[in-house]
């Protein structure tokens, strides 16, 4: 049985196999998905509103859940958030700009996500009550790696969701009939990922698709969006300096 480390080494090593058939783009935000869904700008293609409208109605409605299950859970839920939300920086770019010549820029908008990745992974703790749990979300975040395959990257999540399914079932069995919240968690984790295999499918068919017509300022691109100002204006000034 591999070690929680040699676990990531090898979902890291096959990320590197993935690279090495790809080309590159630039240092993403990893922004939780929750922040990131509001940032489209008018530059973005029409898949990143797809991405987002994913996330808001099939993942970020599990947080509730995901916090019901435990600390444990909810933290692992939260860095899974975040790896979307670097991804979703990613669909960002590439929406923006051409597919980069460079492999090295593609390893550096990749980044992110797989670090994230192995932050989920490194999560996944033997000795947590929600052991299952936490596997569940960490067999899942394999997913993310699709990104990296050309032709057919939505075979690549038909490949890694049953293991993330096989943890699910394991946690639906375990609560049936003594936590809703637990059971309601499991399915819905599985529902999202069969969302962004429809997606996937739907949008990046022969793999990550970018704007043949964009740019190639790739760090431009992939820096976040300006906060939005408050509704009520900027602070009041303090009182002036006394005489």
């Known amino acids: 049985v ?31 998905a929750a922040a990131v869904a509001n940032t489209v700008s ?41 790896a979307i939300g670097a991804q979703r920086a990613m669909l960002a770019v590439a929406s923006r700009c051409k597919k980069p010549s460079d492999e090295e820029v593609f390893r550096k908008i990749l ?29 899942g975040v394999a997913c993310l790696q699709w990104v990296c395959v050309d032709k057919t990257p939505a075979s690549l999540l038909g490949d890694m969701m049953p293991g993330s399914e096989m943890y699910g079932n394991k946690v639906i069995v375990e609560h049936k009939g003594k936590s809703e919240e637990n059971v309601l968690f499991a399915q819905g984790f599985k529902n999202f990922l069969v969302e962004l295999q429809k997606y996937v499918k739907a949008h990046h068919a022969t793999g990550l698709s970018w704007n043949s017509n964009g740019g190639t300022d790739y760090f431009a691109a992939a ?18 300096p006394p005489p």
């Open 111 to 139: 980044q992110p996500t797989s670090n994230l990745m192995a932050k989920v992974e490194s999560l996944r703790d033997r000795r947590s009550k929600c052991f299952n749990h936490l596997s569940m979300i960490a067999e």
């Open 223 to 240: 820096a976040p969006a300006a906060a939005v100002p408050s509704a009520a204006g900027p602070p009041r000034a303090g009182p002036p």
């Open 2 to 32: 591999l070690s929680r480390l040699e676990r990531v080494t090898a979902r890291l090593e096959q990320l590197e196999a993935h690279l090495a058939r790809s080309s590159g783009a630039p240092a993403a935000s990893s922004t939780p």
């Open 42 to 82: 008018q530059s973005d293609a029409a898949f990143v509103a797809a991405f987002d409208k994913l996330v808001t109605e099939s993942l970020n409605v599990l947080s509730e859940k995901a916090k019901a299950c435990g600390t444990d859970v909810e933290a692992s839920f939260k860095e899974f958030q975040n």
